[in-house]
């Protein structure tokens, strides 16, 4: 590699790095090889000369030519990149009323879940060399979380006076169209390594839904669904006892269906001593003692290890329930229920909106320092 080549690569790595989740610099320079797995120099060049948005503000094609012009690329030319970058899941991309818009994507949520369906072990290798300190300070530090917890239907009553946006038959009743249900990547990528999911056997259990599934579609990355699909799908998520994290926002675009051996945000977060401040969630399991059998049933469902059983009874760690609601249907006691916290928590109205109060976040914790 050219010492010009290696700046285009760093000038991009700081451009990055400048989004609400960024991109961290780590001692092994293993962030610089993922960017020219992901990347050509060219791309890279015109990738620094995207702004970042999640749905609102892409921007059209003629309007990141005129920004482009000293790269010396016609319009058609710049067009070839920038839709070959969109096949390779390396930005976002929308099409309306036959008009082309783009923008930069962040690592993750983003370039990592682009990947979906064409995972190897080298893009593997690097991927979980970059997992660390650094990048989740970048995903948690601000505490503003990229997702929400939606609890299992069957853990909520009447009398919970839930919020519509806890609500999953309400959540996939408006958000919009079209719905894409996709292969969970994070399983694909523990398959691939010979450790497949302890949880479910099935591989299409997430969904994205707008722009995004639009995205997911226009590029055969995920199959398009009917809205009543998609609720009998999480239905049966649920039913598997995965854990429900939608976009952190009144009108998210995708729904994970996660687990703790497979999901990194699980897996990772729960092996600190208090994961519940990385989640969004506006619940908390607590059993009764008198009811509990101690029969372990909840131990099995719960996906972040929050439950134990004490002198044969279950205690749920609050430091690290997160509010899902998977161990309430399955008691055969009845002995466990969901309880709404104090302080709810409101999601931003749109994802492009929570994007900003990370960045304004972030800013100000920079600033601190």
């Given at each position: 590699?050219?010492?010009?080549?290696?700046?285009?690569?760093?000038?991009?790595?700081?451009?990055?790095?400048?989004?609400?989740?960024?991109?961290?610099?780590?001692?092994?320079?293993?962030?610089?090889?993922?960017?020219?797995?992901?990347?050509?120099?060219?791309?890279?060049?015109?990738?620094?000369?995207?702004?970042?948005?999640?749905?609102?503000?892409?921007?059209?094609?003629?309007?990141?030519?005129?920004?482009?012009?000293?790269?010396?690329?016609?319009?058609?030319?710049?067009?070839?990149?920038?839709?070959?970058?969109?096949?390779?899941?390396?930005?976002?991309?929308?099409?309306?009323?036959?008009?082309?818009?783009?923008?930069?994507?962040?690592?993750?949520?983003?370039?990592?879940?682009?990947?979906?369906?064409?995972?190897?072990?080298?893009?593997?290798?690097?991927f979980h060399k970059y997992l660390g300190?650094?990048?989740?300070?970048?995903?948690?530090?601000?505490?503003?979380?990229?997702?929400?917890?939606?609890?299992?239907?069957?853990?909520?009553?009447?009398?919970?006076?839930?919020?519509?946006?806890?609500?999953?038959?309400t959540i996939i009743e408006e958000v919009?169209?079209?719905?894409?249900?996709?292969?969970?990547?994070?399983?694909?990528?523990?398959?691939?390594?010979?450790?497949?999911?302890?949880?479910?056997?099935?591989?299409?259990?997430?969904?994205?839904?707008?722009?995004?599934?639009?995205?997911?579609?226009?590029?055969?990355?995920?199959?398009?669904?009917?809205?009543?699909?998609?609720?009998?799908?999480?239905?049966?998520?649920?039913?598997?006892?995965?854990?429900?994290?939608?976009?952190?926002?009144?009108?998210?675009?995708?729904?994970?269906?996660?687990?703790?051996?497979?999901?990194?945000?699980?897996?990772?977060?729960?092996?600190?001593?208090?994961?519940?401040?990385?989640?969004?969630?506006?619940?908390?399991?607590?059993?009764?003692?008198?009811?509990?059998?101690?029969?372990?049933?909840?131990?099995?469902?719960?996906?972040?290890?929050?439950?134990?059983?004490?002198?044969?009874?279950?205690?749920?760690?609050?430091?690290?329930?997160?509010?899902?609601?998977?161990?309430?249907?399955?008691?055969?006691?009845?002995?466990?229920?969901?309880?709404?916290?104090?302080?709810?928590?409101?999601?931003?109205?749109?994802?492009?909106?929570?994007?900003?109060?990370?960045?304004?976040?972030?800013?100000e914790i920079k600033t601190k320092k």
């Amino acid at each position: 590699m050219t010492l010009d080549e290696l700046i285009i690569y760093e000038e991009l790595k700081e451009h990055l790095d400048s989004f609400p989740i960024g991109y961290p610099s780590t001692k092994s320079g293993v962030e610089m090889d993922l960017l020219r797995y992901f990347f050509t120099v060219e791309e890279a060049r015109i990738a620094t000369k995207l702004n970042f948005s999640w749905s609102k503000n892409l921007e059209p094609l003629n309007t990141i030519y005129e920004r482009t012009k000293d790269l010396g690329l016609s319009i058609e030319e710049l067009e070839s990149h920038l839709d070959n970058m969109i096949k390779k899941g390396v930005i976002h991309f929308k099409k309306e009323e036959g008009k082309k818009y783009y923008s930069n994507a962040q690592f993750v949520i983003g370039m990592y879940e682009f990947q979906v369906n064409r995972l190897n072990k080298d893009f593997l290798d690097k991927f979980h060399k970059y997992l660390g300190i650094k990048l989740g300070l970048e995903m948690f530090g601000t505490k503003i979380s990229q997702f929400r917890t939606v609890p299992v239907e069957k853990s909520i009553t009447l009398e919970h006076h839930i919020s519509t946006y806890d609500d999953l038959k309400t959540i996939i009743e408006e958000v919009e169209e079209p719905f894409a249900v996709v292969n969970c990547i994070c399983r694909q990528a523990t398959d691939l390594l010979g450790n497949p999911c302890k949880v479910t056997d099935r591989r299409e259990v997430c969904m994205t839904f707008g722009p995004m599934a639009h995205m997911y579609i226009d590029q055969g990355w995920g199959r398009e669904i009917s809205r009543e699909e998609a609720l009998k799908i999480q239905r049966k998520n649920e039913e598997d006892g995965l854990v429900l994290q939608a976009g952190n926002s009144l009108k998210p675009h995708f729904i994970c269906s996660c687990c703790g051996c497979c999901c990194p945000v699980l897996a990772g977060t729960k092996k600190f001593p208090r994961p519940v401040q990385f989640f969004s969630a506006n619940f908390f399991a607590e059993v009764d003692s008198e009811l509990c059998s101690g029969c372990g049933t909840c131990i099995d469902r719960c996906q972040m290890e929050a439950i134990k059983l004490v002198k044969e009874i279950s205690k749920i760690n609050k430091k690290k329930c997160i509010g899902c609601g998977n161990c309430v249907p399955t008691c055969p006691e009845e002995a466990i229920q969901l309880t709404k916290k104090d302080k709810e928590i409101d999601p931003p109205p749109t994802m492009d909106d929570l994007y900003n109060k990370i960045l304004k976040r972030k800013l100000e914790i920079k600033t601190k320092k």
